[in-house]
């Protein structure tokens, strides 16, 4: 099992990125995946739920309205759509199966 992902960098308040997390060693079509973050100094958190289709999709109260999680099943890869990013959006992102696995994660600082 592997996951990579991407995308993360250096934003200004009200910016946006939009990360990657591809999946190997196994087979995301049917499987919830999940989008955590880790802000520094703090434990890490949930951020986003994805059903296996995509359809159905969670956040966390902190980051509705402004960031969109979507899947590309045939490319086993998730995506996380961030907008209007805020300092406190700083962190290191995740991507899980639902099991909990993990990769090396991706950085993302939101100067203000």
């Known amino acids: 099992v592997q996951l990579v992902e991407s995308g993360g960098g250096l934003v200004q308040t009200g910016g946006s990125l939009r990360l990657s997390c591809a999946a190997s060693?196994?087979?995301?079509?049917?499987?919830?995946m999940k989008w955590y973050r880790q802000p520094p100094g703090k434990e890490r958190e949930l951020v986003a739920s994805?059903?296996?289709?995509?359809?159905?999709?969670e956040y966390a109260d902190s980051v509705k309205g402004r960031f969109t999680a979507s899947r590309d099943n045939a490319k086993n890869t998730i995506y996380l759509q961030m907008n209007n990013l805020k300092p406190e959006d700083t962190a290191v992102y995740y991507c899980?199966?639902?099991?909990?696995?993990w990769g090396q994660g991706t950085q993302v600082t939101v100067s203000a």
């Open positions: 899980s199966p639902w099991w909990g696995a």
């Open positions: 060693g196994f087979t995301i079509g049917v499987i919830i």
């Open positions: 994805i059903s296996s289709t995509g359809e159905t999709v």
